[in-house]
């Protein structure tokens, strides 16, 4: 029988277009983080990132997080979710007050907070991240701790992240549904970012690709921050459609072709590398084709050089031009495809390596891969608990973080209210 929950306990749950899945892990006091349990089911009911079907999506959660449990042999009642929907925006909110050069003290950090808080104005949209990033002191940047040093002016970097609120509130739904508690819903970008990349790439600037079964995330990192976000309307699942359509076959049986003899560069050898290819007629009487290797291929390609292409144009947008230096992180279930990061690196013209979760004790070996990066991130976030200004306090009191239930009930609030 599955015992209650220990303190320290989180449980992240990552929604997909292709997966549901769950992570137990054990916050030690040294910070680490064990994994006790994971969980994983076939994601029925979303599209595109969006709820689709509450009912079918709400029985993939309740069975992913059951799994968990069973493994891990402990309940649990909260969850950390992610968001992998299209829309999201990242801004970055600067502000900054007159200090007539004395020293910094607690209430005046506190202070600038608040005064960031009321400046967010999203315009109608829900509001996912609110987190101070770093401090500047008289125009200094990158100041983490202000507190007891001189200055004439401090200032404050507030990372925003929001997105249109009833994808959101129907994600919450459908966890509630499922009988758990939402601790917080957190950008898939954002968590993404935490298992893949290192402090030092996001400082150095680094973009980060996440390409899912039907959402591509691009982001762009520069000293430290997520300074850009975009969303493509395409993904792995495309290219899994573009063979079942090319070769009369079930989205299945081109799966399957996708993930053991895919490939996204060719070699001459594949022209004479025959595949079976099942008919989509169940009839008995249907003969299965054969087609070439280099046929698969060339169907991948050619879906890869649209997305590429799309890719190259949001990086463009977000001022990611310099070649020198600047690194792309290829992450998510397409990442996966035998040959990607190679085939990348020649269509953006950048260096390109493929992004694993990093930093969790007992991470199984069939979670270890690109396609579990969202997953692992959510439960680093949640590890961090990093401060939320939609949490601070309305009166004059040292910044404090709320308790996950009254934090998340202030969300709620916020939301209704537009801030």
Same mark, same amino acid.
């Given at each position: 029988?599955?015992?209650?929950?220990?303190?320290?306990?989180?449980?992240?749950?990552?929604?997909?277009?292709?997966?549901?899945?769950?992570?137990?892990?054990?916050?030690?006091?040294?910070?680490?983080?064990?994994?006790?349990?994971?969980?994983?089911?076939?994601?029925?009911?979303?599209?595109?990132?969006?709820?689709?079907?509450?009912?079918?999506?709400?029985?993939?959660?309740?069975?992913?997080?059951?799994?968990?449990?069973?493994?891990?042999?402990?309940?649990?009642?909260?969850?950390?979710?992610?968001?992998?929907?299209?829309?999201?925006?990242?801004?970055?909110?600067?502000?900054?007050?007159?200090?007539?050069?004395?020293?910094?003290?607690?209430?005046?950090?506190?202070?600038?907070?608040?005064?960031?808080?009321?400046?967010?104005?999203?315009?109608?949209?829900?509001?996912?991240?609110?987190?101070?990033?770093?401090?500047?002191?008289?125009?200094?940047?990158?100041?983490?701790?202000?507190?007891?040093?001189?200055?004439?002016?401090?200032?404050?970097? @507030?990372?925003?992240?929001?997105?249109?609120?009833?994808?959101?509130?129907?994600?919450?739904?459908?966890?509630?549904?499922?009988?758990?508690?939402?601790?917080?819903?957190?950008?898939?970008?954002?968590?993404?970012?935490?298992?893949?990349?290192?402090?030092?790439?996001?400082?150095?600037?680094?973009?980060?690709?996440?390409?899912?079964?039907?959402?591509?995330?691009?982001?762009?990192?520069?000293?430290?921050?997520?300074?850009?976000?975009?969303? @493509?309307?395409?993904?792995?699942?495309?290219?899994?459609?573009?063979?079942?359509?090319?070769?009369?076959?079930?989205?299945?049986?081109?799966?399957?072709?996708?993930?053991?003899?895919?490939?996204?560069?060719?070699?001459?050898?594949?022209?004479?590398?025959?595949?079976?290819?099942?008919?989509?007629?169940?009839?008995?009487?249907?003969?299965?084709?054969?087609?070439?290797?280099?046929?698969?291929?060339?169907?991948?390609?050619?879906?890869?050089?649209?997305?590429?292409?799309?890719?190259?144009?949001?990086?463009?947008?977000?001022?990611?031009?310099?070649?020198?230096?600047?690194?792309?992180?290829?992450?998510?279930?397409?990442?996966?495809?035998?040959?990607?990061?190679?085939?990348?690196?020649?269509?953006?013209?950048?260096?390109?390596?493929?992004?694993?979760?990093?930093?969790?004790?007992?991470?199984?070996?069939?979670?270890?891969?690109?396609?579990?990066?969202?997953?692992?991130?959510?439960?680093?976030?949640?590890?961090?608990?990093?401060?939320?200004?939609?949490?601070?306090?309305?009166?004059?009191?040292?910044?404090?973080?709320?308790?996950?239930?009254?934090?998340?009930?202030?969300?709620?609030?916020?939301?209704?209210?537009?801030?």
């Amino acid at each position: 029988m599955a015992k209650t929950a220990p303190e320290g306990l989180i449980t992240a749950l990552d929604i997909g277009s292709s997966k549901v899945s769950a992570l137990i892990a054990q916050k030690g006091d040294g910070g680490e983080l064990m994994v006790l349990g994971t969980g994983q089911r076939e994601s029925r009911g979303v599209q595109r990132g969006y709820i689709a079907d509450m009912r079918a999506t709400e029985v993939a959660v309740r069975e992913a997080v059951e799994q968990a449990e069973r493994i891990a042999g402990t309940n649990i009642e909260d969850v950390w979710v992610s968001f992998s929907a299209g829309g999201l925006i990242s801004d970055i909110l600067r502000l900054e007050v007159d200090l007539g050069g004395h020293r910094v003290e607690q209430s005046d950090v506190d202070d600038l907070l608040r005064a960031g808080r009321d400046s967010i104005n999203p315009g109608g949209r829900m509001v996912l991240h609110a987190h101070p990033t770093r401090y500047t002191l008289d125009g200094l940047a990158g100041v983490k701790q202000p507190k007891g040093l001189h200055a004439e002016r401090l200032g404050v970097d @507030i990372h925003v992240v929001s997105t249109e609120g009833a994808p959101v509130r129907n994600l919450d739904l459908c966890v509630r549904s499922a009988h758990l508690e939402v601790k917080s819903i957190i950008a898939a970008p954002v968590a993404t970012g935490l298992a893949c990349l290192s402090e030092e790439e996001r400082e150095l600037g680094v973009a980060l690709v996440e390409i899912g079964a039907g959402v591509t995330n691009v982001s762009v990192y520069k000293d430290g921050v997520l300074t850009g976000l975009a969303s @493509i309307a395409c993904g792995s699942a495309d290219i899994t459609d573009d063979i079942a359509s090319a070769f009369g076959t079930r989205r299945g049986q081109a799966e399957r072709m996708k993930c053991f003899y895919g490939s996204a560069n060719m070699t001459p050898r594949d022209n004479h590398e025959m595949i079976d290819v099942a008919p989509i007629a169940a009839d008995e009487d249907a003969e299965s084709g054969r087609i070439t290797r280099a046929q698969l291929i060339a169907v991948i390609r050619q879906r890869l050089d649209r997305l590429m292409v799309d890719i190259g144009k949001e990086l463009t947008k977000f001022n990611f031009e310099d070649p020198v230096g600047r690194q792309i992180v290829l992450t998510g279930g397409g990442a996966e495809l035998k040959g990607i990061a190679d085939y990348a690196q020649q269509a953006l013209g950048r260096s390109v390596r493929i992004g694993r979760p990093r930093g969790l004790t007992a991470l199984p070996e069939a979670h270890s891969g690109p396609a579990f990066a969202t997953l692992a991130g959510l439960a680093t976030f949640a590890a961090a608990d990093p401060v939320d200004l939609r949490a601070l306090q309305s009166s004059h009191q040292l910044v404090t973080r709320a308790n996950p239930k009254a934090m998340f009930q202030r969300m709620v609030a916020a939301f209704r209210a537009n801030y």
